[in-house]
C-alpha cells in the first residue's frame, strides 16, 4: 500500500488527510475507502503476481493501483466506476500499464466481456450476494465484496460456492444504474 501513495488519488481539499485512516471524500458522493478496512479486504483476496482481477466500484482508482502493485506487470488488472469524472481523474493517476479503468455500462455489473476473474474486489454495499459478479469468477477464484452490513469472501468451485462473513463495514452503495 505504501507503494501506491494515498494523495495521488485525493482531491485537493482532503489531500492533507491521507494519512488517517478513515474514508475521505472524492467528490460525487463517493469515497476513497479507509486504509485498514483495504488492507483487511486484500487480505480476504488473497492477490497473487499474474493475477487477472476485477475492481468493481474503483472511485479514486487507489485500490486498483494498489491491485497492481501487488499483481506485478504481469496481472491484468480491470477496475470499473460508474461516475465518468472518477473514471478520468483515475486514468490520470494510475501509471502502471497493466492497470486497465473502464466506464461502467449502466445496468451492468462488473466487465462479463473480459471475464473470467482469479479475483473480483468489490468496493461498494449490495444488498445480497451480487450474483452477475460471481458469474465472471474463474474455477477457485475468490471475490470479496460486502453486502448486508458484513464483508463476505466467496470461493467458486464449479457450481459450488464456499460464503465465509469476516464483519461489519460500511460502504457507499453498490449501484449499476442511474436513476
Given at each position: 500500500?505504501?507503494?501506491?501513495?494515498?494523495?495521488?488519488?485525493?482531491?485537493?481539499?482532503?489531500?492533507?488527510?491521507?494519512?488517517?485512516?478513515?474514508?475521505?471524500?472524492?467528490?460525487?458522493?463517493?469515497?476513497?475507502?479507509?486504509?485498514?478496512?483495504?488492507?483487511?479486504?486484500?487480505?480476504?483476496?488473497?492477490?497473487?503476481?499474474?493475477?487477472?482481477?476485477?475492481?468493481?466500484?474503483?472511485?479514486?482508482?487507489?485500490?486498483?493501483?494498489?491491485?497492481?502493485?501487488?499483481?506485478?506487470?504481469?496481472?491484468?488488472?480491470?477496475?470499473?466506476?460508474?461516475?465518468?469524472?472518477?473514471?478520468?481523474?483515475?486514468?490520470?493517476?494510475?501509471?502502471?500499464?497493466?492497470?486497465?479503468?473502464?466506464?461502467?455500462?449502466?445496468?451492468?455489473?462488473?466487465?462479463?466481456?473480459?471475464?473470467?476473474?482469479?479475483?473480483?474486489?468489490v468496493s461498494a454495499m449490495a444488498d445480497?450476494?451480487?450474483?452477475?459478479?460471481?458469474?465472471?469468477?474463474?474455477?477457485?477464484?475468490?471475490m470479496v465484496a460486502p453486502w448486508a452490513?458484513?464483508?463476505?469472501?466467496?470461493?467458486?468451485?464449479?457450481?459450488?460456492?464456499?460464503?465465509?462473513?469476516?464483519?461489519?463495514?460500511?460502504?457507499?452503495?453498490?449501484?449499476?444504474?442511474?436513476?
Open positions: 500500500m505504501r507503494a501506491q501513495d494515498r494523495r495521488r488519488f485525493l482531491p485537493p481539499e482532503v489531500v492533507g488527510d491521507h494519512i488517517l485512516d478513515a474514508p475521505l471524500p472524492i467528490g460525487h458522493g463517493q469515497t476513497n475507502s479507509q486504509p485498514s478496512t483495504v488492507a483487511a479486504m486484500l487480505a480476504l483476496l488473497e492477490p497473487f503476481p499474474g493475477m487477472r482481477v476485477l475492481d468493481v466500484g474503483s472511485g479514486s482508482g487507489w485500490t486498483s493501483a494498489i491491485l497492481g502493485e501487488l499483481g506485478g506487470p504481469d496481472s491484468e488488472v480491470h477496475a470499473v466506476e460508474l461516475v465518468p469524472e472518477l473514471v478520468e481523474r483515475s486514468r490520470e493517476a494510475i501509471d502502471q500499464p497493466w492497470v486497465h479503468v473502464h466506464h461502467a455500462e449502466p445496468g451492468v455489473l462488473g466487465l462479463p466481456g473480459h471475464a473470467p476473474f482469479d479475483r473480483i474486489l445480497d450476494l451480487p450474483h452477475d459478479l460471481v458469474g465472471q469468477l474463474a474455477e477457485n477464484g475468490v452490513d458484513r464483508m463476505h469472501r466467496v470461493r467458486r468451485s464449479g457450481a459450488d460456492l464456499e460464503i465465509s462473513s469476516h464483519g461489519g463495514y460500511r460502504f457507499v452503495p453498490l449501484i449499476h444504474t442511474r436513476f
